[in-house]
């Protein structure tokens, strides 16, 4: 049994690449290879214990379990009970430890536990966490019910792995691309499905639980259930806006009594979303504060948020933050690929908030807004199956079919039967239905979450607006009622009629006739083939020709990709060449995050 719990710090001036409980069960202990992890400053000495293998005779497989707290209030805890232990890594809102326990206590009436009512219990924890229970001979895993916090599982090759860090299991066990993975990412900028871009490396569905046996490291999955969004509410606009408001002010309230010991720091752009987030949290007399950062290109949402906070009347700050190569190569550690590095300006933020709150406090966001309350179905709500099949590969696309199947050699047909394949799996019955379920489950659970949780390599981040109480309420709401952001125009009124009446960045309130016309553009738009939407990004100026200077950046990108045997052994790197000369900057962003991962690997 080899176990190291470690404080990790190396200033706020560079990040901690890894983060939290991570597990490895090998069958041969040398695959752990040499021991590199030394506590660096303290020990968690209940974590260690929780931990700590019953003796058994004979040969056992290697436990080998490390807990990495990248800062010291990151929230890793182990609590006692009548008949097992049990850790916490992350936040429940919606019950208290105490509540939590009693429950559990519940489920647990021998050394097993009853396998649905604890899923039953899972199901109703609103929260983003990792959930561990320990009883004399069993380990039980358990995650948030909509996987909010990333968690990474592995079974092959002789190891199986449970954790937060793929860095770290790279560390002891070296990662390869999963070609289908790799293909799904330069497609829509995400891998589907639960997979990561890693061979037989997945995301732990939401809701699962996994029991090991501590003595023969027998693993038992339990799959966590999938959110079915084909049911739908008969009640009034009105009856439903009161109801999302009075679930988003609870929700805001759930955080704001969670963290009573820490300060809560609001990330506000000045959108909807972080807006109405401003207001649920100080309407709960938080002690809050608000921050945001400038940009090149954001320097009207700068603008808006300051109007904001003064008229909430919450103080607010400003910070400049740029890009770096440190930053770059920080990001691409912490997330190995699954955050694309253009947005490595974000860890110039946050650093400079650490500093300024080195006692840390909780970060709370508008995630998740744009996506609870609008409409996320299709134009046309009857579609057929083969409707969506094609329109879901053509509206997503970053880099087009036609060019990836010369690049990884899959044919477009290939991809749409692959496609298919994932939408078939979902529990809708409906295609439309099937289309918001792609919108939840991919994009946000796959892309959305996963920047999150690069949030949380310096501070604890959440958001109210997937509490689940008021998530499972939105998802019924009929489409007609969310349409043209409907829902949010009456829920933001609700809120505060002053806040929905102040301008955006483009000049407009939420309800002015341009502001609605705009959302209505959107739903089409999002309807429009790729073709189509790179035409009228060019007539708006959106999209350029690549200057020799961008070429030249581009051949070392190329270089770089040719240089690592995985890749090149995937990429057609001369079709790949063909695609740089002409890539767009998003396109040209996934590709340099790819190049750079060569590093890495």
């Not at 401003?278 to 320097?299: D, I, K, R, T, V």
């Not at 949380?456 to 019924?476: G, Q, V």
Request: glycine fraction near 6%.
């Amino acid at each position: 049994f080899i176990f190291y719990s470690s404080y990790v710090s190396h200033g706020v001036e560079h990040a901690q690449p890894m983060i939290g409980i991570n597990i490895l069960l090998a069958d041969n202990p040398e695959i752990l290879g040499d021991q590199p992890f030394q506590p660096d400053s303290k020990t968690l000495p209940l974590v260690r214990e929780f931990f700590s293998q019953p003796t058994v005779t004979g040969h056992a497989p290697t436990l080998h379990v490390e807990c990495i707290l990248p800062y010291p209030d990151y929230p890793v805890k182990v609590y006692p009970g009548q008949r097992f232990q049990w850790l916490l890594e992350g936040n429940i809102y919606n019950f208290t430890i105490q509540e939590v326990q009693i429950k559990l206590e519940k489920c647990f009436i021998s050394e097993f536990p009853d396998i649905q009512k604890l899923q039953s219990l899972v199901s109703s924890l609103s929260g983003e966490f990792l959930m561990m229970i320990r009883t004399p001979l069993h380990l039980y895993i358990l995650n948030d019910a909509f996987g909010r916090l990333p968690v990474y599982t592995t079974s092959s090759r002789g190891f199986t792995f449970f954790g937060r860090s793929l860095e770290w299991l790279h560390h002891h066990v070296k990662l390869s691309l999963d070609k289908t993975a790799v293909f799904e990412y330069l497609w829509c900028s995400y891998p589907l499905h639960f997979k990561t871009l890693y061979r037989d490396v997945y995301r732990y569905k939401g809701g699962s639980i996994t029991g090991i046996n501590l003595q023969t490291q027998a693993v038992t999955v339990y799959p966590g259930s999938t959110f079915n969004f084909d049911e739908r509410n008969d009640f009034d606009p009105e009856v439903n806006s009161k109801r999302v408001s009075s679930l988003f002010l609870q929700a805001s309230q759930r955080i704001v009594s969670h963290s009573d010991h820490w300060p809560v720091n609001l990330s506000l752009s000045g959108g909807l979303d972080s807006r109405a987030v401003a207001y649920g949290l100080n309407y709960h007399a938080a002690n809050m504060s608000a921050s945001g950062f400038l940009y090149p290109g954001a320097e009207d949402d700068v603008v808006v948020a300051e109007k904001v906070a003064t008229l909430i009347g919450i103080p607010w700050k400003k910070y400049t933050v740029a890009r770096s190569i440190q930053n770059d190569n920080e990001l691409l550690h912490m997330k190995m690929g699954l955050n694309y590095i253009g947005l490595s300006f974000l860890l110039d933020y946050f650093k400079q908030l650490r500093t300024d709150h080195p006692k840390g406090f909780l970060l709370v966001t508008g995630d998740g807004g744009d996506k609870v309350l609008p409409y996320l179905g299709e134009v046309n709500a009857q579609l057929s199956f083969d409707q969506l099949v094609q329109k879901t590969a053509h509206r997503n696309t970053v880099i087009p079919i036609s060019i990836l199947n010369k690049i990884l050699g899959w044919t477009e047909d290939e991809f749409l039967h692959h496609l298919a394949v994932v939408l078939n799996t979902y529990p809708e019955k409906s295609s439309n239905n099937k289309s918001i379920h792609f919108a939840l489950y991919e994009k946000v659970h796959q892309s959305f979450f996963e920047g999150e949780d690069r949030n949380r390599h310096f501070f604890w981040s959440t958001t109210p607006f997937y509490d689940l109480d008021l998530f499972a309420y939105a998802m019924k709401i009929p489409d007609h009622q969310k349409r043209y952001y409907r829902l949010y125009r009456h829920f933001m009124n609700d809120l505060s009629p002053t806040l929905a009446k102040l301008p955006n960045d483009t000049g407009t309130h939420m309800h002015h006739p341009r502001f609605i016309a705009g959302k209505m553009f959107h739903e089409l738009f999002r309807a429009t083939s790729p073709e189509i939407k790179t035409f009228l990004k060019r007539q708006t100026g959106k999209s350029r020709v690549v200057n020799a200077v961008e070429l030249a950046e581009r051949q070392i990108c190329l270089e770089l990709i040719s240089g690592n045997p995985d890749l090149e052994a995937l990429i057609d790197t001369d079709h790949l060449k063909s695609l740089l000369r002409i890539a767009n900057s998003e396109q040209y962003a996934y590709v340099l995050t790819l190049s750079q991962l060569a590093k890495v690997l």
